[in-house]
């Protein structure tokens, strides 16, 4: 029998959730440092609490569920570990309580009523390899959101992957670029492991970012400082990586992406477009940082959810993105009625 309760204090930097996080199929919004340091500065940010559900039997670990309550427009929500910061939700089962979830009808039922009171249950955003299991576990029929994730598939030689995706007009005007900002200046890309470097650049990222995005959360300084948190910790476990982009010493870009079995996944890019723009720093590093992943072992280059138009320039494809909302009770009902009119305009 599968025991399954709430264990809001999870430590998700022990042992026992590491071994269940490698060999489920979630996604490295769901890793062990990402969680951590989410829990350790969002939640309270959030005005919001944990509620994490666990999945045991006979004490072991089988999986879990990271979640977070709070108020908001008076609603009761319950909803996936999001704030605008985590690009995919997903579960993190082991095969065993997959195969469970398959045969047990009231696994969903019991994993609902560990919750608690709630209003609505929303969950996004949803990879679409991660909607049959939602659809199980919340009973509920995804609804497709308006945006879209973009990845693509790597393989080695860069030059021959280069060669079949990149888009002919960004490929020649990457490497024309390219040649004349390293025959006029000193251009250097960097891949950083320094604690204090990390978190300057990414106080650098929020500089150059400042401005260029509307309602951009990085701009907040807990969000700030929850990233410099997944930056210098993911650094050191390889879960996450920062680049640096430099012309003459002088900072010219920042990236920012977290790291999961041979994928890569960009998450945060800031540039000086006003000084350097003519060179194109931003596809440049997505160029580089390509060549690198690639000569060391990675396959895929994820560019997250988003519809930029450069995303299909470097080959990647589109995959639409879902939410599930499960209302628990007449109100969570109208909210739910409310949203998915909101879906469809």
Sequence with gaps: MVEIK???????????????????????????????????NLIKYADARPLTITFRKEGELLGLVALMQRKKTGLDLVEATDM?????AA?????????????DSNLAARFVAAIGPHDLLRVRPVLPGHRDIWQKLLQ???CQLDFSTHAVQLAQPFDEWRAAHLDDRCKSMISRKARRWNRQHKVQLERLSDPKCIELALSNLVKLRRGRFDGDPIQTAEIESFYAAVAVAGAQSSQAETW???????????????THQGRFLYLLIGADYDG???????????????????????TCFDFTIGDEPFKTDFGARAEPMSIVLRPNNLVGKLATTFLQKQLRR
Excluded: K, N
């Design 6 to 40: 709430r264990e809001d204090d999870f430590d998700f930097l022990s042992r026992e959730y590491g071994d269940i996080f490698a060999c489920s199929d979630a996604t490295a919004f769901q890793s062990p440092v990402w969680l951590h340091c989410f829990h350790a």
């Design 84 to 88: 605008g910061v985590s690009d995919y």
């Design 91 to 103: 579960p993190v089962f082991g095969s065993e309580l997959q195969r469970a979830l398959e045969v």
């Design 140 to 142: 509920q029929q995804p």
């Design 244 to 258: 640096i982009l430099t012309s003459d010493g002088e900072v010219v870009g920042v990236l920012f992406g977290l």
């Design 276 to 298: 350097h723009g003519r060179h194109s720093p931003g596809l440049q590093m997505y160029d580089q940082i390509i060549e690198d992943w690639i000569s060391r072992g990675g």
